[in-house]
């Protein structure tokens, strides 16, 4: 929570409100894996150097990252009902409507109205943008050449699911259009805030 802006100018004390940074639910899963196999492994541990060189030294590791979203920032706006019905069920959510429009004022006529004394909050608790769900992988295979020195290969999927990671809603009302023109509760932006999947391979030196 947090309490440092103003509903309106005039007003005495700063609206507690939810913080624009507040992320109520963040799982972070990250595992490494050495696999069994070369010199002092379960597996082919009696090997030659050649063949112990080669099934050894392998990791597969992996990070999965899931956080709920961030509260949307609200304008002063004009809104007929109960503001819990503008919420939409998770499944029912969609870039083309992140949630209910209806009961909102589009009548350019009237919008001056909300431009007068502020009651409608910054943000509300449970009206979120998009959540994050990343999921990494990696491949990593060490392999030793002398005391001291070794060679480290990395085969690296990020965004490994491909998961795209929407920007928030369109959160203005447009009143010289309908609601359905004007892309308000739409998500419309050309680029996502994540990176699409990317594959990408190193090979290190080590001494």
Known sequence: MQAVNLLNAADLAPVEEISDSDAPHRINISSVWSLPFGKGRHFLNSTNG???????GWEVSGIWSLQSGFALPWNNMIYYGDPK???????????EAWFNVAGFETAS??????????????RIPTLRGPRQNNVDFALIKQTRITEG????FRAEALNAA??????NPNMTVT??????D??????SASTVNNYARRLQMSLRFLF
Request: aromatic share 10%.
């Open 50 to 56: 050649f063949v112990s060189r080669l099934v050894g």
């Open 85 to 95: 019905n503008i919420l939409r069920p998770l499944g029912d959510r969609s870039p």
């Open 109 to 122: 006529a009237k919008q001056l109205l909300g431009n007068q004394l502020r009651t409608w909050p910054f």
């Open 149 to 152: 020195r070794s060679i480290e």
């Open 162 to 167: 491909n998961h795209p990671l929407f920007p």
């Open 175 to 180: 009143a010289t259009q309908s609601v359905s």
């Open 182 to 187: 004007t892309g308000f509760g739409q998500i």
